[in-house]
């Protein structure tokens, strides 16, 4: 059994020597389906020319030619050595890079060396017959599988980056993440143009993936125009560079005016009429003159700026506070000179509106919304009060704040109008008078509102008494009504008095008018018989006669009832005693007698 396994053995050792002696023989090498068959001839008849690393025409080193899976005859030992090497594989999500040994020189005036049809660098002949250049290239590999001349070719992976000093990331397939949008520098190419900041857009050339052709087309390195947007490209890590920035974007309430620093030849658009600034077309150099709207934008901010502009109402402050936008922030108090010569401050807000389309002509005149406010609003509403102030005293400002106000607002309305900008209101805050005239109409008011509170006392006594007099009123009512009734009584007996009395009088003036007939006819008859009488007795007879009558028909005493004779001081009291006696008897009612003696 042993000696059957030794002759098996032998056997097969026999068979593999055979076939070895068959292969040398033959020159047979064998390429599995996963290898690339790298050729060198150890010598020729002829060497490569100076410079050369690979051998297109038989020549002696690195063949150009590689070998593909599967039986080679021919390939003699003594004349060739074959290096199998496995087949590259670039994984999903990666690039390799490719670095060329042998080919032409690069022009000096780039640094990576053009891509030339190759077969994806598969066919080192067809690279180097048709004037592929040694060194970096600009043609990338994506993913899959290739046979490369490693003799050749160096391909860089991420599997290998470090060996070759590079950063794994950057054989990966670059990612422009959403929201951003990705700034693009390119590092080779032609210079760019004078006065320009960035290459202009190049058309064809698949986002930067096909740089061959943005080589061709005369692109420019460094900074480009054109922006790659939101997903994966194949980008050649060197040849260009992206930074990724979010996207612009415009808040609702605001528009965006686009100040464009590079773009095509500078052409006016905003007519005759406007002549404080220009405004051109989107893809100009200048101010765009269609604003952009509310939404996100991918816009490269390396090469132009964008100024939003709020499109609602802006309130600006001119005191202590400032408002949210800022704007205000640089603004204080007014300080003004009253036509009586007092300085005190003012607090001012303002209210401006600029519409849509008229934002880029305000951009285009001062710049942006934050020198529309330091440049423009400010002086305008600053020095407007404090000129129309000379004209008007403090208390002008305090009691007339409206109409100051209203003077203002058609002022600043007019004045900012002309920068497109329509001023919506103007309102006047706080005033901070002088402390001296403060307290001078401090007191006059305190004593003004007492006067008004005496007013008032005085009025509210009046009204109280007014209540107690009407209140007595009616508690009288009854009285009133009675007594008015009694009135009309009165009035009624008064009439018939007068009725009465008016009788009586007419009665009495005829009693009067009998009585006085009467008493003519009697003096009439006395006057007879005083005139019979005289010429009887004569006239002192007869008048001694009608005396002694009278006298005696009115009892007049002839002879004094009390007598006092003699000069002496006892005549005399006698007499008044006898007077005083007689009264007091008088008094009492008596007959008063006295004797004679």
């Known amino acids: 059994m042993d000696g059957l396994f030794v002759l098996i053995v032998l056997g097969s050792l026999g068979l593999i020597a055979v076939l070895f002696l068959i292969s040398a023989a033959l020159g047979i090498v064998v390429i599995s389906e996963r290898q690339v068959g790298i050729v060198v001839k150890k010598f020729a008849g002829k060497s490569l020319p100076a410079g050369r690393m690979v051998a297109l025409n038989g020549e002696a080193g690195y063949q150009a030619d590689t070998l593909a899976p599967g039986l080679h005859l021919g390939f003699w030992r003594w004349q060739y050595t074959i290096h199998k090497v496995p087949m590259l594989v670039i994984p999903q999500g990666e690039i390799g890079l490719i670095v060329a040994a042998d080919g032409n020189a690069t022009p000096p005036q780039r640094i990576l060396a053009k891509v030339v049809d190759c077969d994806n660098f598969q066919n080192a002949r067809k690279f180097l017959a048709n004037g592929g250049e040694k060194g970096r290239q600009l043609g990338i590999l994506t993913a899959g599988t290739y046979r490369i001349n490693t003799a050749l070719f160096t391909v860089i992976t991420a599997t290998n980056a470090a060996s070759h000093g590079m950063n794994a990331a950057y054989l990966q397939v670059y990612r422009v993440s959403p929201d951003t949008v990705g700034i693009v520098t390119t590092l080779d190419g032609n210079p760019i143009p ?17 740089a061959q052709s943005f080589m061709d087309r005369e692109g420019s390195r460094g900074l480009q125009e054109q922006v790659l947007l939101s997903g ?19 808040p609702i309430g605001y528009v965006g005016v686009v100040i464009s620093f590079v773009g095509r030849a500078h052409e006016d658009v905003s007519g005759t009429e406007f002549k404080h600034g220009d405004l051109v077309n ?27 502009v709020p499109t609602t109402n802006i309130v600006l402050n001119w005191a202590t506070r400032t408002e ?6 640089k603004l204080s108090s007014i300080t003004v000179r009253s036509k009586d010569g007092f300085a ?27 020198n529309m406010v330091d440049h423009v609003l400010q002086p305008i509403v600053g020095n407007y009060f404090r000129n129309s102030a000379q004209y008007y005293t403090v208390l002008d400002f305090l009691f007339a704040r409206s109409e100051r106000q209203a003077e203002a607002a058609q002022h600043i309305r007019a004045a900012i109008g002309a920068y497109d900008v329509q001023a919506i209101d103007t309102l006047i805050g706080d005033i901070t008078p002088p402390e001296e005239l403060m307290h001078t109409q401090t007191e006059r008011k305190i004593a003004e509102e007492q006067r008004k509170t005496y007013e008032v006392q005085e009025e509210a006594q009046k009204q109280r008494q007014q209540l107690v007099r009407e209140t007595a009123m009616a508690d009288i009512q009854q009285e009133m009504v009675e007594a008015e009734q009694g009135v009309s009584i009165a ?16 009665s009495t003036r005829l009693r009067a008018k009998g009585d006085a007939e009467a008493i003519r006819a009697t ?3 006395q006057a007879e018989a005083y005139q019979a009488g005289v010429e009887a007795l004569g006239a002192e007879g007869y008048t001694s006669i009608q005396m002694m009558q009278i006298i005696g028909e009115n009892q007049v005493r002839v002879v004094p009832e009390v007598s006092v004779s003699g000069s002496d001081r006892g005549g005399l009291v006698d ?14 009612g008596h007959a008063l007698k006295v004797e004679e003696g």
Not at 355 to 369: H, L, N, T
Not at 575 to 588: C, F, H, P, V, Y
């Open 194 to 210: 004078e006065g320009e900041i960035a290459g202009p857009s190049i058309p064809g050339h698949n986002n930067f993936q096909n």
């Open 232 to 250: 994966s490209w194949n980008l050649n890590p060197w040849f260009v560079q992206v930074d990724q920035v979010p996207m612009t974007e415009i």
């Open 282 to 308: 989107p893809g100009h150099k200048g101010v765009w003159v269609s604003p952009l709207y509310p939404g996100k934008h991918p816009l490269n901010t390396q090469i132009m700026r964008v100024e939003l």
């Open 324 to 329: 949210a936008h800022g704007y205000d922030g």
């Open 344 to 370: 005190f401050n003012l607090d001012v807000s303002q209210i401006i509106h600029v519409g849509a389309p008229e934002a880029p002509r305000v951009i285009s005149r001062v710049g942006s919304m934050q």
């Open 491 to 506: 009035d009624l007996q008064a009439k018939a008095n007068i009725k009465y009395a008016t009788g009586e009088a007419e």
């Open 523 to 525: 003096g009439n008859a």
């Open 575 to 588: 007499g008044l005693l006898a007077t005083t006696m007689r009264e007091k008897i008088g008094s009492n």
